[in-house]
């Protein structure tokens, strides 16, 4: 069994920074991702980071610049770094995982989620 778990969340104000972790327990094996997604009440989940199995990460524009996201393979945890919140960033984040996912930023390409965490940016 996968599971994954998320933390992190919380609220500040515009400018500030918070860092999300997602625990991973089970392993996911051949060519996989894994990364974030985040959705607000009546909106569709939108893709915000994800990273490969081999390292490469990918970035919906509107945080690029602004979130990092990075993995600790000995941990087996997901991070990811929220600099220069804004308060469009408000959302609920979900971490997610799947094997062989053709569309990254698809949410129903994944078949592990996250409980998710709350993220509120006050203007």
């Known amino acids: 069994q996968v599971q994954l778990v998320e933390s992190g969340g919380g609220s500040v104000q515009a400018g500030g920074s918070l860092r999300l972790s997602c625990v991973v327990s089970g392993y996911i094996d051949g060519t996989h991702c894994t990364g974030w997604f985040r959705q607000v009440p009546g909106k569709e989940r939108e893709g915000v980071a994800f990273?490969?199995?081999?390292?490469?990460?990918h970035y919906r524009d509107s945080v690029k610049g602004r979130f990092t996201i990075s993995k600790d393979n000995a941990k087996n945890i997901v991070y990811l770094q929220m600099n220069s919140l804004q308060h469009e960033d408000t959302a609920m984040y979900y971490c997610?995982?799947?094997?062989?996912?053709?569309?990254?930023?698809?949410?129903?390409?994944?078949?592990?989620w996250g409980q998710g965490t709350q993220v509120t940016v006050s203007s």
């Open positions: 990273i490969d199995s081999d390292g490469v990460t």
């Open positions: 997610a995982a799947g094997r062989y996912v053709a569309d990254r930023f698809q949410a129903n390409e994944y078949s592990y």
